[in-house]
C-alpha cells in the first residue's frame, strides 16, 4: 500500500517570501503520478501541481514548483513571492500509474498561513 | 464554468437518522469519487465508479453506507442510520478517466454533522 507523509503540519511565511513545503512518500511502483492539492478556506479542494514520475524534469507552474527526488521518494513544494491569496491547507497526494486505479492517496495535510 | 456541484453545502442531523448527499460530476467526466475529510484521519476514499459502475467501494463501512449513480450526472451517498463519528465533511470528484494520472476536480464538499 502506498502512503503519503506531511510531516510539518504548520508553517508560516511573510508575504513575498519563498516556502517550501516537505513531502515523502512510499511505494513499491516504478511509476506513478504526485499531485500538490491546495484547500483555502472556502473547502474547495484545488490542483496546484502534477509530477509524473517518470518525468525527470521538476514541474512548474508559475510561482509553483517541486523539487522531485524519485531515489529518495521526496516531492517538495516550492511557493515563491508568496501571496496572501496562498493560505490554505496543503496536500500532497499520490496515484498509480496503471489505467483503472486513479484513486489519490493524501498526506494529512499542511497548514500555510502567509503574514502580510 | 465545469464544476463539480454538491448538495447539501452543510448537513446538521440527528443520530439515526438517514443522510443523502448528491454530487453533479462535470458534464462528460466518466469518473466519480467520493472522499471523506476528518482531521484525525484526514483525505480518506469512500468509493469510486466508472462508468456509473462501483470499481472500490472498500473504504466505506458497508453496514450503513451506500453509493450509487442512478444517472450518469447523478452519484448519491447515503448513510443510514447516522451516527456522531460520521461528522466530517465529504467530497465528491469526477475525472475523464481516459488516460492514467488525470486531474480529479472536487466538489465544495458536504460538511455533515451528526449530533
Known amino acids: 500500500a502506498q502512503t503519503v507523509t506531511q510531516s510539518q503540519p504548520e508553517m508560516s511565511v511573510q508575504e513575498a517570501e519563498t516556502v517550501t513545503l516537505s513531502c515523502t512518500y512510499d511505494t513499491s511502483e516504478s511509476n506513478y503520478y504526485l499531485f500538490w492539492y491546495k484547500q483555502p478556506p472556502s473547502r474547495q479542494m484545488i490542483l496546484v501541481i502534477r509530477q509524473e514520475a517518470y518525468k525527470q524534469q521538476n514541474a512548474t507552474e508559475n510561482r509553483f514548483s517541486v523539487n522531485f527526488q524519485k531515489a529518495a521518494k521526496s516531492f517538495s513544494l516550492k511557493i515563491s513571492d508568496s501571496q496572501l491569496g496562498d493560505t490554505a491547507m496543503y496536500f500532497c497526494?499520490?496515484?498509480?500509474?496503471?489505467?483503472?486505479?486513479?484513486?489519490?492517496?493524501f498526506g494529512k495535510g499542511m497548514k500555510l498561513t502567509v503574514n502580510p | 464554468d465545469a464544476r463539480v456541484t454538491q448538495t447539501p453545502r452543510d448537513k446538521v442531523t440527528e443520530m439515526g437518522q438517514e443522510v443523502t448527499m448528491r454530487c453533479q460530476p462535470i458534464?462528460?467526466?466518466?469518473?466519480v469519487f467520493w472522499y471523506r475529510q476528518t482531521m484525525m484521519q484526514g483525505l480518506e476514499l469512500l468509493a469510486y465508479?466508472?462508468?456509473?459502475?462501483?470499481?472500490?467501494d472498500s473504504g466505506m463501512p458497508k453496514d450503513r453506507f451506500s453509493a450509487e449513480m442512478p444517472d450518469a450526472t447523478l452519484a448519491t451517498l447515503k448513510i443510514q442510520p447516522s451516527e456522531p463519528r460520521d461528522s466530517a465533511v465529504y467530497f465528491c470528484?469526477?475525472?475523464?478517466?481516459?488516460?492514467?494520472?488525470?486531474?480529479?476536480?472536487f466538489g465544495q464538499g458536504t460538511r455533515l454533522t451528526v449530533v
Open positions: 458534464l462528460g467526466h466518466n469518473t
Open positions: 470528484a469526477s475525472a475523464l478517466g481516459v488516460t492514467p494520472g488525470t486531474e480529479a476536480f
Open positions: 497526494a499520490f496515484m498509480k500509474h496503471r489505467g483503472g486505479s486513479e484513486k489519490l492517496v
Open positions: 465508479f466508472r462508468n456509473r459502475a462501483p470499481l472500490d
